[in-house]
């Protein structure tokens, strides 16, 4: 019913199954990567679950940057007809937890699709790590959790600063893809100041306790939602 009478939101319906299309051609890029990997090295050792990984990097991708970057849209076409803010803003998320549902649904049944195929076709070479953080609810409760509220959290972004969001988006990205493995991957011997940062930055985060990543979690989840909210209450129609 809210999503019948919410045309902002009900017109992502054409883009809903294009997007979980895109998790399964990136599971399928992933399995040919793989495939290749195992028939031209000549002793590769193990194999790992690389078409899953890259379907969970297009979940990730179609949630916070295609549901994003399509919520000024929606958003002013939505209101244009009548709907309201929170209503709008209560549909657009309940579209996005769909697609993260689904979603997740979806990489989990790959997941068990690529265990038995490469168990059948690599019997010879040991599975190098399995994924077990997909059947972790409380981690896959924060991942939903986290991916809609970037959605949403860039959306309202888009929405408040136009293109110049895009700059900021770009930037968190790379940031995300560049140093935060460096980060975690960095070993003592450097002598740069960033390879000393990292092993620092790194020390804390692995000593930090539970109690603490749930409060930083908490904190970063209610300042996001707070921003979403008050900016979709002062944006403006375009």
Same mark, same amino acid.
């Given at each position: 019913?809210?999503?019948?009478?919410?045309?902002?939101?009900?017109?992502?319906?054409?883009?809903?199954?294009?997007?979980?299309?895109?998790?399964?051609?990136?599971?399928?890029?992933?399995?040919?990567?793989?495939?290749?990997?195992?028939?031209? $090295?000549?002793?590769?050792?193990?194999?790992?679950?690389?078409?899953?990984?890259?379907?969970?990097?297009?979940?990730?991708?179609?949630?916070?940057? &295609?549901?994003?970057? #399509?919520?000024?849209?929606?958003?002013?076409?939505?209101?244009?007809?009548?709907?309201?803010?929170?209503?709008?803003?209560?549909?657009?998320?309940?579209?996005?937890?769909?697609?993260?549902?689904?979603?997740?649904?979806?990489?989990?049944?790959?997941?068990?699709?690529?265990?038995?195929?490469?168990?059948?076709? &690599?019997?010879?070479?040991?599975? $190098?790590? $399995?994924?077990? &953080?997909?059947?972790?609810?409380?981690?896959?409760?924060?991942?939903?959790? #986290?991916?809609?509220?970037?959605?949403?959290?860039?959306?309202?972004?888009?929405?408040?600063?136009?293109?110049?969001?895009?700059?900021?988006?770009?930037?968190?990205?790379?940031?995300?893809?560049?140093?935060?493995?460096?980060?975690?991957?960095? $070993?003592?011997?450097?002598?740069?100041? &960033?390879?000393?940062?990292?092993?620092?930055?790194?020390?804390?985060?692995?000593?930090?306790?539970?109690?603490?990543?749930?409060?930083?979690?908490?904190?970063?989840?209610?300042?996001?939602?707070?921003?979403?909210?008050?900016?979709?209450?002062?944006?403006?129609?375009?």
């Amino acid at each position: 019913m809210m999503l019948r009478n919410c045309p902002g939101a009900r017109r992502l319906s054409g883009s809903f199954f294009g997007n979980l299309l895109l998790i399964v051609l990136g599971f399928l890029f992933g399995e040919i990567l793989l495939f290749l990997i195992m028939f031209l $090295e000549d002793d590769p050792g193990t194999w790992f679950c690389m078409g899953t990984v890259i379907a969970l990097v297009m979940l990730l991708v179609t949630t916070v940057l &295609f549901y994003g970057v #399509g919520y000024t849209g929606a958003f002013s076409l939505a209101l244009s007809m009548n709907c309201t803010r929170q209503r709008f803003l209560l549909d657009y998320s309940l579209k996005i937890l769909a697609h993260l549902v689904l979603g997740y649904l979806l990489v989990l049944g790959l997941y068990r699709l690529e265990l038995l195929v490469g168990h059948a076709a &690599f019997p010879d070479y040991p599975l $190098e790590a $399995e994924l077990s &953080f997909l059947t972790d609810w409380r981690v896959v409760l924060a991942g939903i959790a #986290g991916m809609l509220l970037s959605a949403l959290f860039v959306g309202a972004m888009f929405g408040r600063f136009g293109r110049k969001a895009g700059l900021i988006v770009y930037l968190v990205w790379m940031f995300c893809c560049f140093v935060v493995p460096k980060i975690f991957t960095a $070993e003592p011997g450097g002598e740069g100041v &960033f390879d000393q940062a990292a092993l620092l930055t790194q020390s804390a985060l692995l000593r930090m306790p539970m109690a603490g990543w749930i409060t930083l979690g908490a904190i970063a989840a209610v300042s996001m939602l707070a921003t979403v909210v008050v900016m979709a209450r002062k944006q403006m129609v375009r």
